[in-house]
């Protein structure tokens, strides 16, 4: 497995940040120091939701309980329990670090 990468549009300029094999996605974030609040860690309490505005993350086995349907359908995901599938785009997090 490549390493995927990930388009962080919501900076200015937009950014890209390279995430380890099998490293989640927030991991990676906070790896390279982009400001997102988190919480439980496991996909349930739905703290580090952010939109995924292209591409594929994998959950593996783990659910999404920290997700509802609105925000499934609205495009959002977990990126505390998600890794990469294919390079992905995604917008700023519901909440960030203040």
């Not at 997102?36 to 292209?54: D, E």
Request: aromatic content about 6%; hydrophobic content about 30%; proline content about 6%.
């Amino acid at each position: 497995m490549q390493k995927k990468r990930i388009k962080l549009s919501f900076l200015e300029p937009e950014q890209w940040v390279v995430s380890e094999q099998g490293e989640t996605i927030l991991d990676t974030l906070v790896r390279n120091g982009i400001p997102i609040k988190q919480a439980c860690t496991n996909g349930v309490c739905g703290v580090c939701l952010t939109p995924l505005l292209s591409g594929d993350v994998d959950y593996a086995n783990r659910l999404p309980r920290g997700l509802n349907e609105k925000e499934k359908e609205s495009g959002y995901f977990l990126p505390c329990i998600s890794t990469c599938k294919t390079d992905i785009c995604i917008g700023k997090p519901k909440v960030t670090l203040r």
